[in-house]
């Protein structure tokens, strides 16, 4: 019974080679003519310190024990003064896996009596087989050692990647461009739902950290200011400090940065997430334009957000540093509105919320080109999250610096 499930394995295994359609006509005639030839002991002779052992036929698993008896008695009678053993197999017309490894394991216990032994001979299915068990040692090729870069080179490539960065976004910008008309024009295309939904949560979940930090910054600012105005005896411009600089620049920049801490890192995580699940394709496939989907509602509940963050923000700082005057300079709240009204114009304020619209723009902008530039899985999420942080809080220092420079220049 074992020898004929061995047999039909053997007939199964010879077909499926025959049937590759890679092999030529005398191949398929060679392959056929070893099916029907048994295993064969061709010969064994012994010459110059040289034992020589070749196989033939067509070398099955139920061939095992004959074939291990055949070679266990030469190599018990003629090993006197041998020195390598050679199995040619060029006779041979198909080997299975199980003779092929006990090939291979005589082999082996032959080469730790120190005795060479090697395979030769073979086409074809038998050399790939031998090549498979170990019969052809592959080289392992030594990785190039990577030369550090010197310095020129690393400020090269950062400055590629820089102008890479830039590169991106200029065309995040024109794609954007282009899907605001697309909305001007089809204003149904933009949901109000996510508007709103964004506004909730970069606006109302973000109002009492906003409020804690301006109000923190106020009474700070006041206090560290307080001992130096009291050696002039100018306690009341207290007023003009806490109030010009709430409303032109503390105010305005401070809410930003933590728009950009919590709204402008999840936009990017979200975002990143969806590009590498694959789910903004899946837009793209039902008919969705992801930058009037995903984008434009984002950008713009920020931006209608960001007038009421700015103007909680100027408030409650300023209230902190009204708390400080009235604690240690002695100034009492009519004193301190009437200072204040007279130095904080309207335009401090309007300039302020100006400056709040457009870093709450630019968070938006950063975070979702940054968010839909995503790839390679969870540590791309990762990097490009950082990567959205560090460069809003670059561009809102940078954009700072340039709206001091133009409303100083108009005298504002």
């Known amino acids: 019974m074992a020898s004929t499930l061995a047999g039909v394995a053997r007939l199964v295994t010879d ?25 064969s002991w061709q ?30 008695e030469t190599l018990a009678e003629g090993l006197d003064g041998v020195k390598a053993v050679e199995l040619d197999l060029s006779a041979v ?14 082999r082996s216990e032959l080469r730790a009596r120190g005795i060479a032994c090697e395979f030769v001979g073979g086409s074809g299915d038998v050399r790939r087989i031998v090549d498979l068990y170990g019969g052809r040692k592959k080289t392992r090729q030594k990785r190039a ?34 899907s605001t008309a697309q909305v001007i024009r089809h204003p ?38 307080s001992a130096q105005l009291k050696q002039f005896g100018a306690n009341i411009y207290v007023a003009d400090l806490v109030g010009v600089s709430m409303t032109r620049e503390l105010g305005p920049l401070m809410m930003a940065i933590i728009i950009c801490g919590r709204s402008g890192a999840a936009f990017a995580a979200e975002l990143g997430t969806m590009k590498v699940s694959e789910e903004v394709d899946a837009l793209r496939t039902l008919g969705f334009l992801p930058l009037p989907f995903l984008v434009i509602p984002r950008m713009l509940g920020l931006i209608l957000v960001a007038p009421v963050l700015v103007l909680l923000a100027d408030a409650i700082g300023i209230l902190g540093g009204a708390l400080v005057a009235m604690l240690t300079l002695d100034i009492g709240p009519t004193t301190f509105v009437i200072q204040l009204q007279s130095a904080v114009k309207t335009s401090d304020v309007v300039s302020g919320v ?6 709450c723009g630019t968070i938006a902008l950063v975070a979702c080109q940054q968010g839909l530039a995503t790839s390679g899985g969870a540590e791309g999420v990762g990097r490009r999250t950082t990567s959205a942080v560090v460069s809003i809080l670059f561009a809102l220092i940078v954009l700072d610096a340039v709206f001091t420079v133009i409303l100083g220049a108009f005298g504002l």
């Open 188 to 225: 149904k295309r933009l949901n109000l739902r996510d508007v709103t939904l964004t506004m909730e949560r970069a606006g109302a979940d973000a109002a009492p950290i906003v409020l804690l930090i301006n109000f923190l910054m106020g009474f700070v600012m006041a206090y560290q200011s």
């Open 15 to 39: 077909t499926e080679a025959l049937n590759r359609p890679s092999l030529a006509f005398d191949e398929r005639l060679s392959l056929v003519a070893g099916m029907l030839q048994r295993f």
């Open 354 to 359: 100006v400056k709040g619209m457009v870093f």
């Open 93 to 106: 017309s198909l080997i299975d896996g199980a003779c092929m490894a006990l090939l291979t394991q005589l």
């Open 145 to 178: 050692r990577r030369q550090p870069l010197n310095a020129v080179e690393q400020v090269g490539n950062a400055t590629l990647a820089v102008i890479a960065e830039v590169k991106q976004i200029l065309d995040f910008i024109g794609q954007l461009a282009v």
């Open 43 to 72: 010969s064994a002779d012994a010459t110059g310190g040289v034992l020589r052992i070749q196989l033939g036929g067509n070398i099955a698993i139920d061939d095992a024990a004959a074939l291990w008896k055949r070679i266990s």
